[in-house]
């Protein structure tokens, strides 16, 4: 958090309020309209002590403060700031950006009374408010990097979060009268039925900036207080990164490398929803990828398009689900094959048996680690003497927010803290946490990383799995071949001040770690 902002009175130079970096939160708290007609600008919030900055053309307006105090229902504590007029009007119209246009958007739209909600004809015309109004909420987003919206209708509200960095923040507050305007807005976007509101629906769009493509993943469910909305963004240029810039400690990425030279067996990636997945196994095929190999996928849906690589997206309409989507692929002369998730036992079974018959697969799996992949596998019915001898290895990831190296603070870790990193309580240990500046949106954080464990399955792995062994006894035998869990990653990505511990505690269990 930023304190030290220099007061201005209009010396006819640069404004500097225009080269703040102000978080999405600290904008949301007071809307443009409100920012404009009382003359303000929220620049930083602390956490810790639950202030509020602002920059006022009269800082002495005792009124408008006041307005601000109730609008926050007295949350706050406020710090105003003197600032030109002028340049609090311009830095307005630059940092709320698409949000005051939202907010103009929003005073063109009539009021309506909650049994009458806004009609939604001409829901197609461009000229029409509510069309501009999630045009201007999805380029928000897309600005914000977020990588997932959230239309999240509430009792007398509807409320608008987007997912940035992992975590969710709540950006806007509509009437609730809007929503059912906005709802057949993006039904139409994304190919749903917008008569149907009981049932949950999926579909998809895309939006041209320019030459930057992006694509939405839509999904509709219904709840107590109407229809809650979802859109997972997808940016095409972003999806794809080179293997070597995933961030992975130096000594992984060489046992990885030479993991995926191996010409035939199965490659395991798995980890909850949101965990970096599919970008890994795109850094893989796009690292693996020539002219000499054909390489296909099997994915649901196909998130980004690779150049040079066959990608199919399932159909259950057309009855083409992973299992027959494998069987069809197996007839292409497939060098490599990615299916994107492996979910029951016939999909599994034809992975193995792809395997088997001389093919490099991947394969995504959810399970909670790798060694865990194993028991999820029988449990879904497959057979030890498939899988020990066809599996090459498994590997786990999580991903985590990084700290912002502008502004992380030094302190020394108590005795607990020591404990989970796996230190002596007396050891000297100095962590890291978030504070908050302009560089990172005074969030404190600044990007994500990947967390990765890789088990390498090799003849003694394969026999504690041909006679269907225990978890324990497997997590043993993969400690003596030098396997590193996520939690040894972690702790040692927070004693590099990479990240934070509250931070890794938020993903991942520390507990019983021993790097």
């Known amino acids: 958090m930023t304190s030290d902002i220099s007061m201005t009175s209009g010396s006819g130079g640069e404004n500097p309020l225009l080269s703040l970096e102000i978080a999405p ?35 002495e307006n005792i009124v408008a403060l006041d307005r601000i105090r109730n609008l926050l229902k007295h949350r706050y504590r406020l710090i105003p700031k003197r600032a030109d007029s002028t340049e609090i009007d311009e830095a307005i119209a630059h940092h709320y950006g698409p949000g005051g246009a939202i907010d103009g958007i929003l005073g063109e739209i009539a009021p309506a009374a909650p049994d009458h909600p806004p ?28 990588s997932d919206i959230h239309f999240e209708p509430e009792v007398e509200h509807l409320g608008i979060r987007y997912r940035i960095d992992g975590v969710l923040y709540h950006i806007h507050r509509l009437e609730k009268t809007l929503w059912p305007a906005l709802a057949v807005r993006l039904k139409i976007l994304s190919g749903m039925n917008i008569a149907e509101a009981r049932a949950p629906q999926d579909g998809h769009f895309s939006l041209q900036l320019g030459e930057h493509g992006i694509d939405f993943r839509a999904a509709s469910h219904p709840t107590l207080h109407g229809e809650n909305f979802v859109l997972r963004l997808l940016d095409r240029q972003k999806g794809i990164v080179p293997l070597t810039q995933l961030g992975l400690p130096d000594d992984l990425r060489t046992r990885l490398e030479l993991l995926i030279t191996r010409p035939e067996g199965i490659i395991l990636m798995t980890g ?25 996928t099997l994915e649901d849906p196909v998130e980004y398009p690779l150049p040079g690589i066959r990608q199919t997206s399932v159909n259950e309409t057309a009855r083409l689900d992973f299992a027959s989507g494998i069987r069809s692929i197996l007839r292409q002369d497939p060098d490599v094959i990615l299916i994107g998730e492996i979910r029951d036992h016939a999909t599994a079974e034809m992975a193995f048996r792809a395997a088997m018959t001389g093919h490099q697969v991947y394969a995504t799996l ?20 498939l ?6 290895g498994i590997l786990a990831q999580r991903l985590v927010r990084m700290l912002c190296p502008h502004c992380r603070q030094p302190y020394s870790a108590n005795a607990e803290e020591c404990g989970l990193l796996g230190r002596a309580a007396s050891a000297a240990l100095t962590l ?13 954080y600044r990007g ?45 990505r927070v004693l ?20």
């Open 25 to 59: 939160e600290i904008l949301s708290l007071i809307p443009a309209g409100v920012a404009r007609r009382l003359q303000l600008l929220p620049i930083a919030l602390d956490h810790a002590t639950n202030t509020l900055y602002l920059m006022l053309a009269q800082p």
């Open 119 to 146: 009609a939604s004809t001409g829901i197609t015309d461009q000229s029409q408010p509510i069309v501009r109004l999630i045009d201007r909420l999805l380029r928000e987003a897309i600005a914000h990097h977020a």
């Open 272 to 296: 909850p929803t949101g965990s970096g997945k599919t970008t890994t196994l795109y850094a893989v095929l796009n690292h693996i990828n020539r002219e000499s190999l054909n390489i296909m």
């Open 366 to 385: 959810h399970s909670n680690s790798a060694i865990g992949a194993l028991p999820r596998l029988f449990d879904i019915g497959m057979q030890p003497d």
């Open 387 to 392: 899988l020990a001898g066809n599996i090459i």
């Open 432 to 444: 890291y946490r978030p504070a908050g500046c302009a560089a990172c949106h005074h969030q404190g």
């Open 448 to 492: 994500r990383m990947a967390l990765m464990e890789m088990l390498e399955i090799d003849a003694d792995m394969n026999d504690l799995i041909s006679r269907r062994a225990g978890s324990r006894e497997m997590h043993r035998m993969a400690q003596q071949k030098g396997y590193r869990p996520l939690a040894a990653d972690a702790a040692h």
């Open 496 to 515: 590099e001040g990479s990240t934070s511990l509250t931070e890794v505690r938020r993903v991942i269990n520390l507990s019983g770690n021993t790097p």
